[in-house]
Nanobody
Framework: QLPLVESGGGLVQPGGSLRLSCVAS????????MAWYRQAPGKQREFVAS???????AYADSMKGRFTISRDNAKNTVYLQMNSLKPEDTAVYYC???????????????WGQGTQVTVSS
């Protein structure tokens, strides 16, 4: 099992900002796609944003213009900058990554434990 550890969640007022981080550790040869998903109470987990190993990004429509995903390959870290937060952004945010532990092996998919983001006044 490869640990993905998220951090940066918390309580923020509507209109505020948070920056989430997710660090991959352990036996890593290469990290491919990294992504963020979220799950609100009583709802299914949904896609937020993704970034490829060459920097290609994708966003869910409701996050475009407010959220920015980025990565630091040297630190095996993916970030999610969240601006103009709304109460409906309240959810547990999960990191997801495709990681290969050895050369010429197919990557495995890993999930982090999640970090709580609460947007409330």
């Amino acid at each position: 099992q490869l640990p993905l550890v998220e951090s940066g969640g918390g309580l923020v007022q509507p209109g505020g900002s948070l920056r989430l981080s997710c660090v991959a550790s352990g036996s890593i040869f290469s990290i491919y796609r990294m992504a963020w998903y979220r799950q609100a109470p009583g709802k299914q987990r949904e896609f937020v944003a993704s970034i490829g190993n060459y920097g290609t990004t994708a966003y869910a429509d409701s996050m475009k213009g407010r959220f920015t995903i980025s990565r630091d390959n040297a630190k095996n870290t993916v970030y999610l900058q969240m601006n103009s937060l709304k109460p409906e952004d309240t959810a547990v945010y999960y990191c997801n990554a495709d990681v290969s532990s050895q050369s010429a092996t197919a990557p495995d998919n890993y999930w982090g434990q999640g970090t709580q983001v609460t947007v409330s006044s």
